[in-house]
C-alpha cells in the first residue's frame, strides 16, 4: 500500500501570494538567528554517536526561527482540491492532455489518477508540454535570474533553483503556473516534517544517517539563503523579500523532492530538472518506467504501464527506490516494494591481524575495505559483490573461508 507521492492530505492550507503579516521579528535579529544556524550547520560531521545530540541542537535553533516567524504565510483561499478544475482548464488551453481521468481522492493514498474509460496497457494517454513544466530552463529566465547568474549554489543545484523559482512563482499573482502551484499539498510526509519523537524512532536504521543530513543540509541552505535575499543586490526584486520563512522553503524543497524528474534540454544536449503538472499526481506501483520525453513534439508523455478500467486508479512506476528512499525522498512507504533493500555497513578492522591480506585480496577484487552493501527483498537477497567480501572477510591464516562454498 502506498501513501500519497505527494503526502498525506494537507492539514493546513497551501502558501499564498503575498508578503504575509507584518513581522514579529526584525531582519537584524532573524539575521542574527539563522547566522546562528548557519554556523552550526556548516561545523564538521560529528563524531559517530554525536549525531543525535547535532540534530537535536540544530532542529532547536530551527524551532526558535519557526516560532519567530509563525504567521507570515498567508494562505491560499480553500482546499487544493478545489483548484483542480481551474488546473485542468489551464492544461487543456496549454495542449496537455485532460481527456480520460480526473483527479480522485483514494483516501489511503491520497490525491491521484482515476481513469474514466476503459485504458489499454501501453497506451499513449497522458501528455505535457514543455511550456507548462517548471525547469531549471524557466527558472533561469523568471524573476529568479538575475540572482542565479550570480549565486554559485543556484547554478551548482538545480533542486534549489527549482525551489526558488517555485516560492517566487507563488508569491507573484499573476504567474503562468499559479493553477499548478495552488494544487501543491500544503504540507508534506517527508522527514523535514517530522516530529523529534518521530526521527528517534528510526534512530536505529541506517536511513537515519540519510535523515540527519537532509535536516542539516536544507538548514544549512535556509540560512545561507535567508542572508542572501536580505543583502544581495540582484535579490532586491525578488517577492520573497519581505518574507522568506523557513517554512516557506521547507514546503518549496519538500515540493521539489517528492516531484522533480530528469527531462532533456530544448536542444536534447543534457538534462535539466523539472515539475511536471498533472503527471505529478500519479501515484506509485511496482512495474516499470513508462514515461519518456518526446524531443520532436517537446513534450513529456506517459504510456499505461497495464490495463486500466474505468473506475480503477491509474498508476505510474516511480523507479527503482528502496522504501527507505522512499520514505526520506517522496514521503511515503509501500508495501511488497520489489526493489526494496537494507542498507548494512561493513568493514575489516585495522586491528585484524589478517587486515594486509585481507586489503590485497578485496583490492585485486575491487572491492573496498569498507562500504556500504545492499540486502535485496527480491532473490537473490545477497549480492556478488557482498558474498566476495563475507568470503574474504572470514578468511582464516591458511587463506580459507570459515563458511563452506555454497
Known sequence: MASRKMGKKSRVKTQKSGTGAAASVS????????????????????????????????????????????????????????????????????????EGFEMFNFKEEGFGLRATRDIKAEELFLWVPRKLLMTVESAKNSVLGPLYSQDRILQ???????????????????????????????????PLYFEEEEVRCIQSTQAIHDVFSQYKN????????????????????????????????????SSVMTRQN?????????????????????????????TGYNLEDDRC???????????????????????????????????NNSHDRVKIKLGVSKSDRLYAMKAEVLARAGIPTSSVFALHFTEPPISAQLLAFLRVFCMTEGGQSRPEEP
Open 27 to 98: 531582519p537584524k535579529e532573524m539575521l542574527n538567528l539563522t547566522g546562528e544556524l548557519l554556523h552550526k550547520c556548516s561545523s564538521p560531521a560529528p563524531s559517530p554517536g554525536k549525531e543525535w545530540e547535532e540534530y537535536v541542537q540544530i532542529r532547536s535553533l530551527v524551532e526558535k526561527i519557526r516560532k519567530k516567524q509563525k504567521g507570515l504565510s498567508v494562505t491560499f483561499d480553500g482546499k487544493r482540491e478545489d483548484y483542480f478544475p481551474d488546473l485542468m482548464k489551464w492544461a487543456s488551453e496549454n495542449g496537455a492532455s485532460v
Open 262 to 290: 530528469q527531462i532533456p534540454t530544448e536542444d536534447g544536449s543534457r538534462v535539466t530538472l523539472a515539475l511536471i503538472p498533472l503527471w505529478d499526481m500519479c501515484n506509485h506501483t511496482n512495474g516499470l518506467i513508462t
Open 301 to 335: 508523455e506517459c504510456v499505461a504501464l497495464q490495463d486500466f478500467q474505468a473506475g480503477e486508479q491509474i498508476y505510474i512506476f516511480y523507479g527503482t527506490r528502496s522504501n527507505a528512499e522512499f520514505v526520506i525522498h517522496s514521503g511515503f512507504f509501500f508495501d
Open 156 to 190: 551548482a543545484m538545480g533542486n534549489i533553483a527549482l525551489a526558488f523559482h517555485l516560492l517566487c512563482e507563488r508569491a507573484s499573482p499573476s504567474s503562468f503556473w499559479l493553477p499548478y502551484i495552488q494544487t501543491l499539498p500544503s504540507e508534506y510526509d517527508t
Open 218 to 253: 536544507t538548514a544549512r541552505q535556509y540560512a545561507y539563503f535567508y542572508k542572501v535575499i536580505q543583502t544581495h543586490p540582484h535579490a532586491n526584486k525578488l517577492p520573497l523579500k519581505d518574507s522568506f520563512t523557513y517554512e516557506d522553503y521547507r514546503w518549496a524543497v
